[in-house]
């Protein structure tokens, strides 16, 4: 079956850096097939979208709270998708999940994945 699994996350300072990666097996197609989103759920909050990255690179989103702090890239020769979280924020705290789709285009909205992750969790704190 499909399984994602997120690891990178920690504790960080502000203005630190983490790297996260969501490592995908069971795909029925190529992972070069799959969008790839970024959400977090803030503690007491709803998951939000982060990022996502269609297949084959073809668009990329990035929440307006993340712009310019955050990328998203993939390698799909290894089933992987990372996102580079620098200039880290108390607001990034959260646990931040993968989710995937096997139709192209990545989208904003949670429903549109068919496939997560269980979660890795980001505290930014001094």
């Known amino acids: 079956q499909v399984q994602l699994v997120e690891s990178g996350g920690g504790l960080v300072q502000p203005g630190g850096s983490l790297r996260l990666s969501c490592t995908a097996s069971?795909?029925?197609?190529?992972?070069?097939?799959?969008?790839i989103g970024w959400f977090h759920q803030a503690p007491g909050k709803e998951r939000e979208a982060v990022s996502c990255?269609?297949?084959?690179?073809?668009?990329?989103y990035y929440a307006d709270s993340v712009k310019g702090r955050f990328t998203i890239s993939r390698d799909d020769a290894h089933n992987t998708v990372y996102l580079q979280m620098n200039s880290l924020e108390s607001e990034d705290t959260g646990i931040y999940y993968c989710?995937?789709?096997?139709?192209?285009?990545?989208?904003?909205?949670?429903?549109?994945?068919?496939?997560w992750g269980q979660g890795t969790r980001v505290t930014v704190s001094s």
């Open positions: 989710a995937a789709e096997g139709s192209g285009p990545c989208s904003r909205n949670s429903a549109w994945y068919d496939y």
């Open positions: 069971g795909f029925t197609l190529p992972h070069a097939y799959y969008a």
């Open positions: 990255i269609s297949a084959y690179n073809g668009t990329i």
